[in-house]
């Protein structure tokens, strides 16, 4: 199945949406319009990046759904509710509930949305980078480790600067500053390795591998789920802060990491036994 590219988007919205009533309706959401409308709008955004990871994937089939399981899981559930949680936003109970329902949802989309874009059955294709060194990936991680350190307390001085009235619902909710720091190193690993998991299985070039990592960074892990209204665990005024806020951070530090941690393509070569197939079946 192939369908034109909006038209999957589109579909996509539509069984993204179905998907979060099904699993949200034993909660009793309230689904009035402006829950509808903003919705379809996170969800059409979360597709739309999907629609252009998936179609440039040089992956396919079920090793393209676990690749977006883990992209989607990873960025705009487990790491996002990992900083709510030592933030005393969520108790756990709630957190684990709310990694539960987002678990669903990804792993039930994740093989959908693949079929939607038309990768299902796709030709597999072999990217061959250029390796590194031990010591190279070493010095890159660490990098990388410091520069998303570097974003997350500067983004968080900025917002509180310009928007003190955050400090209001803060205020006996910020955990010890060591916790707060080695979050942070533990959530940085979290966003280089879904980045190697896009750099190394996009057929882009490196600057449109950098735009699609922060895109993913921004909008999985911070608009699509802050702009969504009905949070009974934030007020609306720190949702829209913050996505506004991450969805500025992520999007530098992804492209940033790009090129900090990516490779250039050197070569490409089609798997052999998929070519060998389809050269059969023409015959």
Avoid: C
């Amino acid at each position: 199945m192939k369908n034109n590219f909006f038209v999957s988007v589109l579909l996509g919205t539509l069984m993204l949406s179905f998907v979060s009533f099904i699993i949200e309706f034993p909660f009793g959401i309230s689904w009035n319009t402006s829950y509808i409308f903003w919705m379809f709008l996170s969800n059409f955004m979360i597709v739309l990046l999907i629609g252009f990871l998936v179609r440039n994937n040089a992956q396919s089939g079920w090793k393209l759904a676990l690749n977006l399981f883990l992209i989607t899981f990873i960025i705009g559930h487990f790491n996002i509710l990992i900083e709510a949680y030592i933030f005393n936003v969520t108790d756990r109970y709630q957190t684990f509930i709310l990694i539960v329902k987002g678990l669903l949802l990804v792993i039930i989309s994740s093989p959908l949305l693949v079929y939607l874009f038309g990768k299902w059955k796709d030709v597999y294709v072999k990217l061959f980078f250029k390796p590194k060194s031990i010591l190279q990936w070493t010095w890159r991680i660490v990098a990388g480790n410091l520069l998303y350190l570097f974003f997350y307390l500067m983004a968080g001085f900025v917002l509180v600067n310009i928007y003190p009235q955050l400090m209001d619902f803060y205020a006996d909710k910020i955990p010890p500053f060591a916790l707060m720091i080695n979050t942070q190193f533990f959530r940085a690993i979290l966003f280089m390795f879904v980045a190697l998991i896009i750099i190394r299985n996009t057929n882009l070039s490196l600057f449109k591998r950098a735009l699609l990592v922060g895109g993913v960074f921004s909008i999985f892990g911070g608009i699509a789920p802050l702009i969504m209204p009905g949070d009974e665990f934030m007020p609306g005024y720190v949702r829209f802060g913050h996505a506004f806020e991450v969805g500025i951070s992520n999007f530098l530090y992804g492209i940033i990491l790009v090129y900090l941690i990516g490779q250039k393509i050197i070569n490409q070569d089609k798997s052999a036994d998929i070519k060998n197939s389809k050269l059969s079946n023409q015959k």
